[in-house]
């Protein structure tokens, strides 16, 4: 194997500043074909933007990325999404008042189409509606498909952005955060299809949710304040001294869920797993900013459930199923 | 199902009326007094550039205020072709002017289209200016009285319609004909974009364009093929516009012309293709009954648009003459509890 074959996607001292803040820093990481490569961090730490330099939303600063062996750093986003890149977004990113099928089908057309059968109907593209209904049922949305985008549920919302990116049949996927705003049900689907594409594709993950990160990576790398802090096998991250100091020890390794929702002005937070009726629950108990109990109403013990929103039980719904799903 | 292109009728009820209006206005000359025929020849070159803007508002979501520039540039192209002296037949003046009208968009449309939402509207109000004072202030085209045309005007195959050989009563009907002939050519011709995938990507672009960039579109390149569209079909109204009117001056290429079709759309209704049709021809018979009436036209006008579109916000053709038709609503077929039975539901060709 070559080196270009064995790194589908690589990047080489990727920089991205924002004005004076940089949010991305020297990252060189390589994604291999039939690898799912997770990247994992704090809120902040530049994983969205790396994905944005990736898919070519952003141009880097400085850097390059390399597709297949090329570089494409100044290529376009469109040009990248023909040369096999697809990715999802964070947040739901979709056509909301096209049907969900005209959603996906448009993914296929994008890449799949011959310019010139551009001016035939749609109706008559059986080949691309099909590809777009497999890629649809695939991420586990098989009906429906009359709908409109808008009009579905957040998950389901969720299941469309990825079936989207999945319609492309790119080499490389990159799947902004998944997971974020599914049901657990959903949520361990997408963990069985994320798996099941990773012997296909080169999967680059970003994913908030250590535990589900630490059950499918094959390989991690731990980003903080744009900076790589470790990159290897899951086993060697876990014990990479920098990144239990960092993350896993203690309560700092709950921070990391936390912190997602500054606004609410938490100060610090931590969780903590007890036994409950049907498995597993965490109970986090949060400091709330005295100044700001706007965002949060009847903070000192709360909830968090990151996907959701601020809960004032105790239980973290999110996360009790999450663990269920893996034990 | 793929869902029905949104800018075309969605029930058999739409299309019967579109069509029973493109044949009341086939057989219009022979009901009412010649001074009908040529107003509403004039309505009809109004909507057919609302209609050729319509592309690029409605199905795009680019708004344009240079829109004008490529309508008054068409008819200047007319009068350039066939200065005094010998007139050009329409087989000859019309390509000329749509194409150069379309050169003139995707020049300007491919530097306008590299910017967005207010500065494009800038942009194109800047370019649109340009325009007009190459006509205004050089003598290109008679300057700032502008200019004459060559007669006969509508003469096609050796043929000529020369307007006073016929009856008084009929002067009006070439001209009228030709631009029934075109509107109805135009609107077929944008039903097919619509339809097509091309249409659909446009569609893509209105409602997310990020997203489709981030699916693999180039969506720079199509909206520079819809500026250029858009503008050689204005070229087809300006054309028409000289061919009627058998003069041309700077105000045809002024911002004016560019947001009269803005508003005729906003009349009509965004949301449909019909709609710039309905608001060019309900805008122009507004204006002419405000001027019989009443010695402040403007202000009636004023009110009466302000209240239409504050009681409209779809316009016109937005209005639902029927509440839900069965096919209207594309998000009317309810989730099965079973995938199976969604494909007994679904009809095969969605
Ligand atoms: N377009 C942008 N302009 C300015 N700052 C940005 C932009 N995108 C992201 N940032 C900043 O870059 C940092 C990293 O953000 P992001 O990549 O979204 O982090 P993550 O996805 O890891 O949560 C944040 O401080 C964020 O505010
Ligand atoms: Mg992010």
């Given at each position: 194997?070559?080196?270009?074959?064995?790194?589908?996607?690589?990047?080489?001292?990727?920089?991205?500043?924002?004005?004076?803040?940089?949010?991305?820093?020297?990252?060189?990481?390589?994604?291999?074909?039939?690898?799912?490569?997770?990247?994992?961090?704090?809120?902040?730490?530049?994983?969205?933007?790396?994905?944005?330099?990736?898919?070519?939303?952003?141009?880097p600063t400085s850097g390059r990325i390399l597709l297949d062996g090329q570089d494409v750093?100044?290529?376009?986003?469109?040009?990248?999404?023909?040369?096999?890149?697809?990715?999802?977004?964070?947040?739901?990113?979709?056509?909301?008042?096209?049907?969900?099928?005209?959603?996906?089908?448009?993914?296929?057309?994008?890449?799949?189409?011959?310019?010139?059968?551009?001016?035939?109907?749609?109706?008559?593209?059986?080949?691309?509606?099909?590809?777009?209904?497999?890629?649809?049922?695939?991420?586990?949305?098989?009906?429906?498909?009359?709908?409109?985008?808008?009009?579905?549920?957040?998950?389901?919302?969720?299941?469309?952005?990825?079936?989207?990116?999945?319609?492309?049949?790119?080499?490389?996927?990159?799947?902004?955060?998944?997971?974020?705003?599914?049901?657990?049900?959903?949520?361990?689907?997408?963990?069985?299809?994320?798996?099941?594409?990773?012997?296909?594709?080169?999967?680059?993950?970003?994913?908030?949710?250590?535990?589900?990160?630490?059950?499918?990576?094959?390989?991690?790398?731990?980003?903080?304040?744009?900076?790589?802090?470790?990159?290897?096998?899951?086993?060697?991250?876990?014990?990479?001294?920098?990144?239990?100091?960092?993350?896993?020890?203690?309560?700092?390794?709950?921070?990391?869920?936390?912190?997602?929702?500054?606004?609410?002005?938490?100060?610090?937070?931590?969780?903590?797993?007890?036994?409950?009726?049907?498995?597993?629950?965490?109970?986090?108990?949060?400091?709330?900013?005295?100044?700001?109990?706007?965002?949060?109403?009847?903070?000192?013990?709360?909830?968090?459930?990151?996907?959701?929103?601020?809960?004032?039980?105790?239980?973290?719904?999110?996360?009790?199923?999450?663990?269920?799903?893996?034990? | 199902?793929?869902?029905?292109?949104?800018?075309?009728?969605?029930?058999?009820?739409?299309?019967?009326?579109?069509?029973?209006?493109?044949?009341?206005?086939?057989?219009?000359?022979?009901?009412?007094?010649?001074?009908?025929?040529?107003?509403?020849?004039?309505?009809?070159?109004?909507?057919?550039?609302?209609?050729?803007?319509?592309?690029?508002?409605?199905?795009?979501?680019?708004?344009?205020?240079?829109?004008?520039?490529?309508?008054?540039?068409?008819?200047?192209?007319?009068?350039?072709?066939?200065?005094?002296?010998?007139?050009?037949?329409?087989?000859?003046?019309?390509?000329?002017?749509?194409?150069?009208?379309?050169?003139?968009?995707?020049?300007?449309?491919?530097?306008?289209?590299?910017?967005?939402?207010?500065?494009?509207?800038?942009?194109?109000?800047?370019?649109?200016?340009?325009?007009?004072?190459?006509?205004?202030?050089?003598?290109?085209?008679?300057?700032?009285?502008?200019?004459?045309?060559?007669?006969?005007?509508?003469?096609?195959?050796?043929?000529?319609?020369?307007?006073?050989?016929?009856?008084?009563?009929?002067?009006?009907?070439?001209?009228?004909?030709?631009?029934?002939?075109?509107?109805?050519?135009?609107?077929?011709?944008?039903?097919?974009?619509?339809?097509?995938?091309?249409?659909?990507?446009?569609?893509?672009?209105?409602?997310?364009?990020?997203?489709?960039?981030?699916?693999?579109?180039?969506?720079?390149?199509?909206?520079?093929?819809?500026?250029?569209?858009?503008?050689?079909?204005?070229?087809?109204?300006?054309?028409?516009?000289?061919?009627?009117?058998?003069?041309?001056?700077?105000?045809?290429v002024g911002w004016h012309r560019s947001a009269e079709a803005l508003l005729h759309i906003?009349?009509?209704?965004?949301?449909?293709?019909?709609?710039?049709?309905?608001?060019?021809?309900?805008?122009?018979?507004?204006?002419?009954?405000?001027?019989?009436?009443?010695?402040?036209?403007?202000?009636?006008?004023?009110?009466?648009?302000?209240?239409?579109?504050?009681?409209?916000?779809?316009?016109?053709?937005?209005?639902?003459?029927?509440?839900?038709?069965?096919?209207?609503?594309?998000?009317?077929?309810?989730?099965?509890?079973?995938?199976?039975?969604?494909?007994s539901r679904e009809p095969a060709n969605d």
């Amino acid at each position: 194997m070559t080196d270009a074959e064995a790194h589908l996607l690589r990047t080489i001292a990727l920089s991205k500043s924002f004005g004076g803040l940089t949010a991305v820093r020297d990252v060189s990481l390589s994604l291999a074909r039939g690898e799912l490569h997770a990247v994992i961090g704090p809120n902040g730490a530049g994983k969205s933007t790396l994905v944005n330099l990736l898919s070519g939303a952003l141009p880097p600063t400085s850097g390059r990325i390399l597709l297949d062996g090329q570089d494409v750093t100044g290529l376009p986003q469109h040009a990248r999404a023909h040369r096999g890149l697809a990715r999802s977004f964070q947040r739901t990113n979709i056509l909301a008042s096209l049907t969900v099928l005209e959603n996906v089908r448009l993914a296929v057309q994008a890449v799949a189409l011959a310019p010139r059968r551009l001016l035939a109907r749609p109706e008559g593209e059986t080949t691309l509606i099909e590809r777009a209904k497999a890629a649809l049922a695939r991420a586990g949305l098989p009906y429906g498909h009359s709908r409109i985008a808008g009009t579905l549920a957040h998950g389901q919302q969720r299941q469309l952005e990825i079936a989207m990116a999945l319609a492309a049949a790119p080499k490389v996927l990159l799947l902004d955060e998944p997971l974020a705003g599914m049901g657990p049900e959903e949520g361990e689907r997408i963990a069985q299809l994320l798996k099941s594409l990773a012997t296909e594709h080169a999967v680059l993950l970003i994913e908030h949710d250590m535990d589900f990160v630490f059950s499918v990576a094959d390989r991690l790398t731990v980003l903080v304040e744009g900076a790589v802090l470790a990159s290897g096998p899951p086993e060697n991250v876990r014990t990479n001294s920098a990144v239990q100091a960092a993350y896993l020890g203690g309560h700092a390794a709950h921070l990391l869920r936390v912190e997602p929702y500054p606004a609410w002005g938490i100060a610090e937070a931590s969780t903590r797993r007890e036994r409950g009726a049907d498995g597993p629950e965490w109970h986090g108990e949060v400091d709330v900013d005295p100044h700001d109990h706007g965002a949060c109403p009847g903070a000192g013990r709360v909830g968090l459930d990151r996907r959701r929103g601020c809960h004032r039980s105790g239980h973290v719904p999110d996360r009790a199923s999450r663990h269920r799903l893996r034990s | 199902m793929i869902g029905p292109a949104r800018m075309l009728p969605h029930s058999w009820l739409g299309w019967s009326l579109i069509w029973l209006g493109f044949c009341v206005l086939a057989v219009l000359p022979y009901l009412v007094t010649p001074f009908y025929v040529g107003l509403v020849t004039t309505a009809m070159i109004a909507a057919m550039l609302a209609m050729s803007l319509q592309l690029l508002v409605g199905a795009t979501g680019l708004v344009s205020l240079g829109h004008g520039a490529f309508y008054g540039l068409a008819a200047y192209v007319v009068y350039l072709v066939s200065p005094e002296g010998a007139a050009k037949p329409i087989w000859m003046t019309l390509p000329l002017a749509m194409a150069a009208a379309g050169l003139a968009a995707f020049i300007i449309g491919a530097i306008s289209l590299r910017t967005k939402g207010f500065f494009f509207l800038m942009v194109t109000l800047a370019f649109g200016q340009l325009v007009y004072f190459v006509f205004h202030d050089t003598k290109l085209g008679g300057g700032t009285d502008g200019a004459y045309l060559a007669k006969p005007l509508i003469s096609a195959f050796g043929y000529a319609f020369e307007p006073t050989s016929l009856p008084r009563s009929m002067r009006a009907w070439p001209a009228y004909y030709v631009a029934l002939v075109q509107l109805v050519a135009m609107f077929a011709l944008l039903a097919f974009f619509l339809r097509s995938m091309f249409g659909r990507v446009l569609e893509g672009i209105r409602v997310n364009e990020s997203r489709m960039l981030a699916l693999g579109f180039n969506t720079y390149a199509y909206k520079l093929a819809a500026f250029t569209i858009a503008g050689g079909l204005a070229g087809a109204a300006g054309h028409m516009w000289a061919m009627q009117s058998g003069f041309v001056n700077p105000e045809l290429v002024g911002w004016h012309r560019s947001a009269e079709a803005l508003l005729h759309i906003l009349i009509g209704g965004i949301g449909t293709l019909a709609g710039p049709i309905v608001g060019a021809f309900a805008f122009i018979f507004l204006n002419e009954v405000a001027q019989q009436i009443t010695e402040r036209k403007l202000l009636v006008e004023g009110a009466v648009i302000l209240a239409a579109v504050l009681m409209m916000r779809n316009g016109i053709t937005g209005i639902r003459w029927l509440p839900n038709l069965p096919d209207t609503d594309p998000d009317a077929s309810h989730e099965p509890r079973e995938g199976v039975m969604q494909h007994s539901r679904e009809p095969a060709n969605d």
